[in-house]
């Protein structure tokens, strides 16, 4: 055994070891418990960076640690190919996407190997791959036939910069989740998935994920945003039109003196002409498509519309009310039309006293008057009704029912229920996709392509064009065809999927990548499915995670698979910050263009003082990022792999420390001397397995803490994945090994039964060790006489119940000086183990709640004060 540890020399080596014995790769086995651990799959940029370590380094000790149980483990590994990033950056490099795909592939892949990653990669799949979008084309097209699938011509959300339609989900704040543009509406034909015929189902078995961070399913529930009352009709006047109103309060009906409109509404337009009021509505109109919807939905956002010259009856009263098109009316929530009732709705209230429009109160509480209720601002809590005819009297609440019944008894309208989501638009107008799997004919109409034509490749001889736009519509050869029933001329559709499309499924296709008779092999899918921990960031919530689930309904009515959801347990893992550094002249820095004097920071560029900003996510913009391939380079993936894990819990954001990577480095080298001294004498004795009591005095502390730390780590593990107080344990484990020397207890002095204790304790710590720094330890298991390669299948160890006795102290915690929890622990643990046993403790974590953490202190290992 080398006496100085060399990552580089050793994980190379134990790389090679665990490909060519195919120590990851997994099969069916219908006699062992199956463990289906997935981290979701990355876009390949061609370079992996810190937040990608953190994330597949957290599921590789998952991998690892639930195989050393005993369980059949799948752990893949692929590629969420297509997309406009990847057609964006070949564009700027004057190369092909698939070029830029599969050389950034080759790239990453090389990269996470480098890692240790145990991943089966004899599964690995790219969604760019022709043998993969068949099956989401077949499937397609069996959705199709089955109406799950339609085209239409609608208001789309249209960015400008990635010329292309975007999903409702993929506008944030009125913006394009990937230029972050603003993005406007525009008229255009394309396909949709019904995926609100699940919205309900969605719905529902949020309540059935317990495994799900509840900020998850709380933002599912949220866009899914399903509400209950009553849909009104209001006839316009002198015409034939009637306005469809959701409102979730007909109690309020009575007092809807004006109607509003969305700009996008079909009437809009339609109403104003002939009225004196169409070039004002039609350049409001205009206006309004300009700007992000987010914007429109302001609560600060001055309220502002158009009369359109026309008229609507308030069904209940027979009352002629103003129909305007307003900013805050949106197209997408309930019918597109707003009962506008000023005395009861704050929005309503400022726009009726800024078009001078009627107020009229109908609830009222019981201490106020009808002239009091509504004299400086909407009130928009329950009362007694009033100017509500035969409702007078009642209570709101009880009238709502009755209010429905008044409606559907006179024709007036409906119950009703209606959601926030819309069905997904899955057309882009985009090269760098699966293309749509339908043909245009002009006999027939719109015709599936047959399976035996699947799939339907993407050409790769095409000319990109500038600004996005897709060269599909002027490439003959892929354009042109026949039609698959008549045989006459027709065209091909020339949209591509939606690149969440790809992902939505590709868990399954893991179960049997090879298949090439099927999206997958249902009996591999039975077996493996459902994924048992999935591992990705919150940001996919009402994406990602929630087209997954919908896809899987799909595949279930399809009969391809016989379970609803695809995820049983999710972890959202945090991210990884570091303080920004900017400088007057060059603007923000990376870290090696910024050196230091004293406490003082300076530019290397310019030499001027440097601002040391805020601690913000990792990012290229800010230029606050690490690029890991160096720190491996430097330290090794197991000191990277092991400060990532340490740092902080995996559902936190984790803090960037030149100084913890450091400190993680000197704890492996630390293990490492102490396995050398002990070398020789290792070789020459078995671990010690017996009772605790035949020991003596001075061994025995050491053998009880070492099942402690099994018991600890193990319930570190199994509890919550606290990686990082399960290292804690360890390295308190490692320091009792150094402190028996305090007791006469070294290699030259030990007595057999002595060594043979401190080989259990470096044996426990290897394994405990082994799903943190896989390298690290299978090199340390080999030097001391294990077979080589051997600690990839080792079992995880168990504790001895009778050897966990050991005194304990009573730890009291404060957060900035109050009393917020106490916890006991063992009398030996030191300050370190203290502060990360504080830190993990439920009360306090519910004070700290997002606060950062600013200190943490202990005071004669008695008391842990955190301040934040």
């Known amino acids: 055994m080398d006496q100085r540890y060399d990552p580089q020399t050793i994980e190379p080596k134990w790389q090679q070891v665990w490909e060519k014995t195919r120590a990851f790769c997994a099969d069916a086995d219908a006699s062992r418990e199956k463990y ?120 789309v959300n249209w960015c400008e910069t990635c010329s292309t339609v975007l999903a409702n989900e993929q506008v944030e704040n009125g913006e394009c989740w990937r230029c972050g543009r603003p993005v406007k509406q525009k008229k255009l034909w394309g396909w949709f998935f019904k995926i609100t015929d699940y919205a309900d189902d969605l719905l529902e078995y949020c309540e059935k994920l317990p495994g799900w961070p509840e900020k998850v399913l709380t933002m599912q529930k949220n866009w899914i945003g399903k509400s209950t009352g009553a849909e009104i009709r209001f006839p316009v006047s002198g015409t034939d039109e009637v306005i469809d109103v959701f409102t979730t309060r007909p109690d309020t009906i009575y007092g809807a003196t004006y109607m509003v409109l969305a700009p996008e509404h079909p009437l809009v337009r339609t109403l104003s002409r002939g009225t004196g009021q169409q070039e004002a509505v039609d350049a409001f109109v205009d206006r309004m498509a300009a700007e992000s919807r987010t914007d429109r939905m302001l609560e600060t956002k001055e309220k502002e519309g158009v009369f359109l010259g026309a008229w609507c009856t308030n069904p209940v009263t027979g009352t002629q009310i103003p129909v305007y098109t307003a900013n805050f009316a949106l197209m997408e929530y309930g019918t597109g039309a707003v009962m506008s009732v000023p005395a009861h709705d704050q929005r309503d209230y400022e726009f009726a006293k800024k078009y001078g429009i009627d107020i009229i109160v109908v609830i009222k509480p ?102 996005g736009g897709s060269p599909l519509a002027s490439h003959e050869a892929f354009v042109n065809v026949t039609c698959p029933k008549c045989g006459a001329a027709a065209r091909r559709e020339t949209d591509t999927m939606d690149t969440f499309v790809e992902s939505s499924w590709y868990f399954e296709r893991y179960c049997s990548p090879h298949c090439d008779t099927a999206m997958f092999d249902k009996k591999e899918v039975a077996y493996w499915m459902p994924v048992d921990q999935y591992i990705g960031g919150v940001e996919h919530a009402v994406m990602h995670l929630l087209y997954s689930r919908y896809f899987t309904r799909v595949l279930k009515d399809m009969g391809l698979v016989d379970f609803k959801e695809p995820f049983t347990r999710l972890l959202t893992q945090g991210m990884v910050c570091k303080e920004t550094q900017h400088c007057p002249e060059h603007g923000f820095l990376y870290p090696e263009e910024a050196g230091a004097h004293g406490e003082s920071v300076f530019c290397k560029k310019c030499g001027q003082p440097v601002e040391v900003g805020r601690v913000e996510k990792m990012s290229k913009s800010k230029k606050n990022i690490i690029d890991p391939n160096e720190l491996v380079a430097r330290y090794g993936a197991d000191t990277v792999r092991l400060f990532c894990l340490f740092a902080a819990p995996p559902e936190r954001d984790l803090e960037w420390s030149e100084q ?64 990082n107080t399960a290292i804690s344990a360890v390295m308190e484990l490692v320091n009792a090994m150094y402190q028996a020397e305090t007791r006469d207890i070294s290699p030259e002095t030990a007595d057999d039964t002595a060594t043979s204790v401190m080989r259990g304790a470096m044996e426990t710590a290897l394994l405990l060790l082994a799903p943190v720094v896989p390298h690290f330890t299978e090199e340390l298991w080999a030097a001391i006489g294990h077979e080589p390669g051997s600690l990839a299948n080792q079992s995880w160890p168990a504790w001895r119940t009778d050897a966990l006795s050991a005194d304990t102290r009573l730890i009291v915690v404060q957060v900035n000086g109050k009393l917020r929890g106490k916890f006991e622990i063992d009398a030996e643990a030191d300050d370190e183990a203290l502060k990360a046993r504080a830190l993990e403790d439920e009360n306090v974590v519910r004070f700290i709640a997002d606060k950062p953490v600013k200190k943490v202190i202990t005071v004669k290992h008695k008391l842990v004060n955190i301040v934040v």
């Open 660 to 723: 913890g990577v450091e400190g993680g480095f000197r704890f492996l080298n630390r293990i490492w001397r102490l396995a050398s001294a002990w070398m020789v004498r290792f070789r020459q004795t078995r671990a010690f397995t017996n009772a605790p009591d035949d020991l003596n005095e001075k061994i025995r502390p050491l053998y009880i803490k070492t099942h402690q730390t099994i018991k600890k780590v193990t319930d570190d593990i199994e509890a919550r994945f606290h990686f």
């Open 366 to 467: 019981e201490d106020l008057s009808v002239e009091e209720t509504a004299a400086t601002q909407a009130y928009t809590g329950d009362g007694v009704m009033v100017n509500s005819g035969p409702f007078d009297g009642m209570h709101n609440r009880k009238a709502y029912e009755d209010l429905i019944a008044y409606f559907e008894k006179h024709g007036l309208g409906k119950r009703s229920i209606t959601y926030r989501i819309r069905d997904w638009g899955i057309s882009r107008q985009r090269y760098w996709g699966a293309p749509v799997p339908m043909i245009h004919c002009n006999t027939c109409g719109i015709v599936p392509v047959k399976d035996a034509d699947l799939p339907v490749v993407l050409p790769e001889n095409v000319d990109l064009l500038d600004g």
């Open 36 to 155: 289906y651990l997935l981290e979701m799959f990355p876009y390949p940029s061609g370079r992996i960076h810190i937040g990608h370590v953190r994330n597949y380094t957290i599921g590789d000790v998952v991998a690892r640690y639930k195989r050393m149980c005993g369980y059949n483990v799948l752990h893949p590994m692929g590629w969420d190919a297509f997309g406009m990033p990847a057609e964006n950056a070949a564009i700027a490099n004057k190369t092909h996407p698939a070029q830029w795909t599969w050389d950034n592939i080759a790239a990453m892949r090389k990269q996470l190997k480098r890692l240790g990653l145990s991943y089966d990669w004899e599964r690995e799949l790219a969604t760019c791959d022709p043998k993969y979008y068949k099956w989401e084309q077949w499937l397609f097209i069996r959705m199709y036939e089955k109406g799950m699938v339609y085209r239409k011509e609608s208001l």
